[in-house]
C-alpha cells in the first residue's frame, strides 16, 4: 500500500521546495526586454538581493547553477598560475577546489574530513607560512551540503587577520543563504556566491556573486576575463542586457522577486531564527532516535550543525531503504548521503540527508520527522522510539 499521493516533501536538500507565490509569478507570458516592468524591476532586485546577503557592496547575477558562480568568482579575481588555499570539511570544497584547478590554478588543499570544522590553527599555521602571499585567496564552504557542517566563516576571517595576510575570503553560501545567519561586511568576506534554488525559494539557473571593492580592485590584475564573467558591466550596466551579458532570465526574475519579497516581510532575522527553530527540533528527534541505535547526525557538535541541512548515518545499508520507504509510502523524498562513500560500495547506502532550507515550516518539519520516525520502525532500523515527542516538545516551546 502507498500513501503517498497529495502534496509531497523534496527534502534532498537542493533544488528545495518552492512557495506557490513563486510558481504562480513565473506563470505569465513573455516579457518585453527592452522596457517595461522586467526592466525596471531588476535594481530593486539587486538592492533586496544585497541586503540577504547582508551587503552593501556590488551583486552580480549570472545564469548559472552554483558551479557557474565558482568559476564567476574566481574568473574576476585570480589568475591562472596563482594559489588559492581550500579548506575542506566536506564534499563542495573538492568541486570548488576542481574548479580552480581546471582553470589553472594552484590549490592547496587542507582536508579536515567530514566531521569537523576548520583547524583555525592550522590555517593560520599555512597562512604565517606564506611570507611571500603567493596565496590570493581561501575559498571556503559556509554550509557544507553534503556533511551538514556549517564553517565559523567570522572565525576564519579573524584568522587571517591574525596571521596578517592579504588573502581574499571567499565563501560559498549556497546551502545557507536565506537560511543561516551570515553577514557578508560585518564578518569580512570579500566575495560570496549563492544559487536561487535553496535559500532563495526559485528554480536553479541564478547565480549570485557578491564582492566588495577590495575583490573588485583584483580584478584589475586580471590578464584576461571573458566578456560573460566580467562582474564589473553586470554591477554597472549601460544597457539592460548588460546585467546579464544577454537576455535576461525572465520567468527567474519574476520568481525571484517573490522570494525576495518573501524574505523581506518576514525579516532576515525572521527566517534565521525559523531555520534555527526548525534545526532544533530536527536535532532533538535524530539526537533522541540514537540514544538507542546505530542512528548518529553526522555533526555530533550542535555548534557545528547547520540550519539548513541534516546529513545522517545508520552504519548499516538501511539508509537506502529508509528513504526508498519514505518516497514510495509517503511521500517524503530525503537526500542520498553524497561524498561520504565511494558510490557502488556497501557504505553508500549508510548516509541519508534531510534537507530543510528555504520555504519550509514546523508542519513541514513535524511531518517529516513523524514520517522518519514511521521509515525508522517500518526498516527495522534499531531507533529509541519517541524522537517526534521530542521534537513536538521543542516547536510546543517555540511556537
Ligand atoms: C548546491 C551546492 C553547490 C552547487 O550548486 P549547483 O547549482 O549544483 O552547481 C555548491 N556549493 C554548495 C555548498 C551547495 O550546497
Known amino acids: 500500500?502507498?500513501?503517498?499521493?497529495?502534496?509531497?516533501?523534496?527534502?534532498?536538500?537542493g533544488p528545495s521546495v518552492m512557495p506557490e507565490r513563486v510558481l504562480q509569478a513565473m506563470h505569465r507570458a513573455a516579457p518585453n526586454i527592452y522596457?517595461?516592468?522586467?526592466?525596471?524591476?531588476?535594481?530593486?532586485?539587486?538592492?533586496?538581493?544585497?541586503?540577504?546577503?547582508r551587503t552593501k557592496h556590488h551583486a552580480a547575477i549570472y545564469i548559472?547553477?552554483?558551479?557557474?558562480?565558482?568559476?564567476?568568482?574566481?574568473?574576476?579575481?585570480?589568475?591562472?598560475?596563482?594559489?588559492?588555499?581550500v579548506p575542506a570539511t566536506g564534499q563542495f570544497a573538492f568541486g570548488w577546489a576542481e574548479m580552480a584547478q581546471r582553470l589553472g590554478i594552484n590549490v592547496e588543499l587542507m582536508d579536515f574530513g567530514n566531521r569537523t570544522s576548520f583547524d583555525l590553527d592550522a590555517i593560520e599555521q599555512r597562512l604565517r607560512a606564506d611570507d611571500a602571499h603567493k596565496?590570493?585567496?581561501?575559498?571556503?564552504?559556509?554550509?557544507?551540503?553534503?556533511?551538514?557542517?556549517?564553517?565559523?566563516?567570522?572565525?576564519?576571517?579573524?584568522?587571517?587577520?591574525?596571521?596578517?595576510h592579504p588573502a581574499l575570503l571567499m565563501a560559498d553560501c549556497m546551502a545557507s543563504l536565506g537560511c543561516d545567519r551570515f553577514e557578508m561586511d560585518d564578518w569580512g568576506v570579500d566575495v560570496m556566491v549563492a544559487g536561487s534554488q535553496k535559500g532563495l525559494?526559485?528554480?536553479?539557473?541564478?547565480?549570485?556573486?557578491?564582492?566588495?571593492?577590495?575583490?573588485?580592485?583584483?580584478?584589475?590584475?586580471?590578464?584576461?576575463?571573458?566578456?560573460?564573467w566580467d562582474w564589473r558591466p553586470r554591477v554597472n550596466p549601460g544597457v539592460f542586457y548588460e546585467y546579464f551579458a544577454g537576455t535576461a532570465p525572465t520567468h527567474h526574475l519574476y520568481g525571484l522577486r517573490e522570494a525576495l519579497q518573501m524574505i523581506e516581510d518576514e525579516t532576515m532575522k525572521g527566517v534565521w531564527a525559523r531555520h534555527a527553530g526548525l534545526a532544533k527540533a530536527i536535532w532533538a528527534a535524530f539526537d533522541h532516535w540514537g540514544t538507542d541505535g546505530p542512528l548518529e547526525v553526522n555533526a555530533a557538535d550542535p555548534a557545528i550543525r547547520s540550519h539548513s541541512v541534516t546529513a545522517l548515518m545508520v552504519h548499516s545499508e538501511k539508509g537506502t531503504a529508509l528513504r526508498d520507504w519514505c518516497q514510495t509510502k509517503t511521500g517524503l523524498t530525503l537526500g542520498i548521503g553524497l561524498g561520504m562513500a565511494d558510490a557502488g560500495a556497501p557504505e553508500w547506502h549508510h548516509f541519508f540527508r534531510l534537507?530543510?532550507?528555504?520555504?519550509v515550516n514546523a508542519q513541514m518539519i513535524l511531518g517529516a520527522l513523524a514520517t522518519i520516525e514511521a521509515g525508522l520502525k517500518a526498516t527495522n532500523i534499531p531507533h529509541a522510539p519517541?524522537?517526534?515527542?521530542?521534537a513536538a516538545d521543542v516547536i510546543a516551546d517555540l511556537a
Open 1 to 13: 500500500m502507498t500513501l503517498a499521493n497529495g502534496l509531497t516533501y523534496l527534502a534532498i536538500p
Open 35 to 53: 522596457s517595461g516592468e522586467l526592466v525596471d524591476m531588476v535594481p530593486h532586485l539587486v538592492t533586496q538581493l544585497k541586503s540577504v546577503a
Open 64 to 85: 548559472v547553477n552554483g558551479h557557474g558562480t565558482w568559476e564567476a568568482a574566481l574568473a574576476n579575481t585570480i589568475n591562472a598560475g596563482d594559489t588559492v588555499l
Open 135 to 164: 596565496i590570493k585567496a581561501v575559498l571556503a564552504v559556509h554550509t557544507d551540503t553534503s556533511t551538514g557542517i556549517r564553517n565559523d566563516i567570522a572565525a576564519l576571517r579573524k584568522t587571517i587577520d591574525a596571521a596578517n
Open 201 to 228: 525559494m526559485t528554480p536553479p539557473g541564478m547565480g549570485f556573486v557578491f564582492f566588495n571593492d577590495k575583490a573588485d580592485a583584483a580584478r584589475d590584475a586580471i590578464d584576461r576575463v571573458s566578456q560573460y
Open 355 to 359: 534537507g530543510h532550507m528555504g520555504h
Open 386 to 390: 519517541g524522537g517526534i515527542v521530542k
